[in-house]
């Protein structure tokens, strides 16, 4: 669980600039992609545009995540997980990290509490919206890590949690991959870095990486060769993490995707086999 990190330390940013990373989720894409030509040479490519919604796609990309992100395939487990890992984002807690300094548990909770006000998470609504932006356990400590555990162990929380991780990460990556024109593969790595570096168009966000492998690489639905451009979609990102001390290990790129990506599987068929932070995963 301690391999739980995303890029910028919130102790470095302003309320303002976390609630423009995650409490908003722009519209993805900087401009809409040319239409494909009936005889354009990349007509095979649009036709083997992804679905990683598909629900047995999902699952798979499920457990990517989880195992970079919780060193476990059981990413079901992951809903009553919380912890403050020392990043600089107060705790991060639930399926994909959701963060008291980010913005994205205070909205995770609202939502929780809206469709469930009689809750035991409801009552620190007023410490997250205080603390968001920092690092702060101020109003939240032991009691709130135990009402969290109790809340996790409902349908409803549990639904609230897949409901924002769609809605601010999945649902808007995979929405943009296939706009992109790009496998259930390419698919996955957009989500993998939204979920890293947060949805945004600054430069060390998921925006700010995909504008950039654009600089280098046509996207299948520009005319390009998907390979070529999740190439570039990769260096891209490897620069990012980079930046900061807790991503100089990029095996989530290296030993994972482009595992995938060298073995020609733009479908993410299984048998899957990768490593992350050295350890080893497999999917049958």
């Not at 494909?36 to 919604?53: E, I, K, M, Q, Y």
């Not at 990043?87 to 399926?95: F, K, S």
């Not at 920092?134 to 409902?154: M, N, V, Y």
């Not at 990012?240 to 073995?263: C, G, P, W, Y």
Request: proline letters at 4%.
């Amino acid at each position: 669980m301690s391999k739980k990190l995303r890029p910028v330390v919130i102790g470095a940013l302003g309320a303002a600039s976390v609630a423009a990373l995650v409490i908003t989720t722009p519209a993805l894409s900087s401009a809409a992609p040319a239409p494909l030509a009936a005889n354009s040479a990349t007509s095979a490519t649009a036709l083997a545009v992804g679905d990683l919604s598909a629900p047995a796609k999902k699952e798979i990309a499920m457990k990517l995540v989880s195992s970079a992100e919780n060193s476990s395939l059981d990413w079901k487990a992951q809903y009553k997980y919380i912890e403050d890992i020392g990043d600089g984002r107060g705790y991060t807690a639930g399926i994909i990290g959701f963060c008291s300094g980010t913005g994205d548990m205070l909205e995770l909770v609202e939502a929780y509490t809206n469709s469930v006000p009689d809750n035991p998470l409801a009552k620190y609504l007023p410490a997250l919206r205080k603390v968001n932006g920092t690092d702060s356990h101020a109003g939240l400590g032991s009691a709130f890590e135990s009402a969290w555990k109790q809340a996790a162990a409902t349908t409803a929380f549990q639904t609230a949690q897949n409901n924002e991780r769609d809605r601010v990460y999945f649902d808007p990556a995979v929405s943009q991959g296939k706009s992109d024109g790009l496998s259930n593969l390419g698919q996955f790595a957009y989500y993998d870095a939204i979920v890293m570096h947060g949805p945004g168009d600054s430069s060390d966000s998921f925006g700010g990486i995909r504008k950039a492998a654009m600089k280098k690489a046509k996207t299948p639905a520009q005319g390009g060769d998907e390979a070529t451009y999740l190439k570039a979609f990769f260096a891209a990102r490897k620069v990012i993490m980079k930046q900061e001390e807790a991503h100089a290990d990029t095996s989530r790129v290296d030993t994972e995707q482009v595992v995938f990506l060298n073995a020609g599987n733009f479908d993410l068929h299984t048998p899957l086999k990768w490593k992350v932070y050295g350890d080893s995963y497999t999917i049958n």
